[in-house]
């Protein structure tokens, strides 16, 4: 009998063909709608290999039912929904996505950048409010981007597809990770400083490091007290880094002059949510790695996983603990 897969998410018909040709599989059929926790929880108990997206919780209960599992594939970069050491306890094998998403991931994180830099969604409004009335010598004015620096929290393939990028812009990139990147700063020109020179001098502030124990709001009252009252916080990696309440207070009381959110701390947020409220932040849905191309490859890369595990040969990006 072929060993069987459960999908948490309907997927492409060429994504599910291609597991279908060695494999049974199951597939919860919505797409924008993520399975329910009930049926992830029963799944788990047969499937010998589960393909997630980021919202779904793969928690210890579920890997502990889960008598057949080899291998959890995610179609991310960040697998911080899943208990890898759960995981690693039951030999079960843990595959994601990086690399593929970096330069995608790297272009919405600079667009974030700007938009909020120079004040577009407000721009935007305006015109929808039918509100722009004679030119003015202040209106909508913001930030520059050219020559400012730009600090980057975390320096992975993220963290160096958008200090890249802002080399084009000309600016002055310093980046805080917990090992330095001689390569890094040969090639981009960015320099190693300290978590808190970082803070105090940067125009943007970038946060670009994986959800862990160790960053669970790192970004906190104290971090945004230490930033430039003209700087920007920019975050396209996990909400989870980030106490909103302290970033509510920041944008408020204007320790810093705005922020763009592509994530949260509970995703998703509805439109009552308290940083909505401030006409300083600039806010997206979690769409980072969201181009056709990138979500593609994405797919298949998982589903590659799925058939490598299952096959008994090492998956090609397996999470390393
Ligand atoms: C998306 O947030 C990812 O981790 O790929
Ligand atoms: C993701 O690919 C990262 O390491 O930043």
């Known amino acids: ?6 999908m948490t998410r309907k997927m492409p018909a060429s994504i599910v063909e291609k597991l279908e040709a060695e494999c049974d599989v199951g597939m919860w059929e919505k797409e924008e709608e993520p399975v329910p926790e009930e049926v ?7 499937a010998d290999a589960l393909f997630c997206t980021i919202s779904d919780p793969v928690n210890k209960e579920n890997i502990n039912q889960a008598e057949n599992l080899k291998i959890i594939a ?12 759960a995981a690693a306890a039951r030999n079960i094998q843990i595959a994601h996505t990086p690399g593929v998403l970096s330069e995608t991931t790297a272009d919405l994180t600079f667009a974030l950048l700007m938009a909020a830099a120079r004040r577009i969604p407000e721009g935007i409004e305006v015109i929808k409010n039918n509100e722009w009335g004679a030119w003015a010598p202040f209106f909508l004015t913001g930030q520059d981007i050219h020559q400012a620096r730009l600090g980057i929290i975390g320096m992975g393939r993220i963290g160096e597809a958008v200090a890249k990028r802002g080399t084009g812009f000309d600016m002055d ?33 970038c946060v670009m490091t994986p959800y862990t124990n160790e960053t669970h709001h790192m970004m906190n009252r ?5 930033m430039k009252n003209t700087a920007i916080f920019i975050n396209s ?4 880094t980030v106490d909103e309440e302290a970033l509510f207070e920041a944008l408020k009381n204007g320790d810093i002059r705005g922020a763009g959110l592509d994530v949260f ?18 806010a997206l ?28 040969e090492k998956p090609d990006h397996l999470v390393s603990l």
Do not use: C
Not at 74 to 85: H, K, L, P, Q, S
Not at 265 to 282: C, K, Q
Not at 285 to 312: C, D, F, V, Y
């Open 1 to 6: 009998t072929k060993p069987y897969v459960y």
């Open 222 to 226: 104290e971090a945004f007290q230490k």
């Open 40 to 46: 992830l929880e029963k799944e788990l108990q047969t």
């Open 285 to 312: 849905p979690h769409i980072g790695s969201a181009s056709e191309n990138t979500r593609w490859k994405m797919a298949e890369m998982t589903a590659n996983h799925i058939l490598q595990g299952l096959r008994g």
């Open 265 to 282: 701390e509970n995703e998703p947020i509805s439109a009552d949510h308290r940083l909505l409220s401030l006409p300083n932040v600039t």
């Open 237 to 240: 990696s996990r909400g989870g």
């Open 74 to 85: 995610t179609m991310a970069v960040g697998f911080n929904n899943i208990d890898v050491e």
């Open 173 to 205: 990139i310093v980046y805080h990770n917990r090992s330095r990147k001689p390569e890094t700063e040969k090639e981009i020109g960015a320099r190693y400083v300290e978590l808190d020179e970082l803070l105090e001098t940067s125009d943007f502030v």
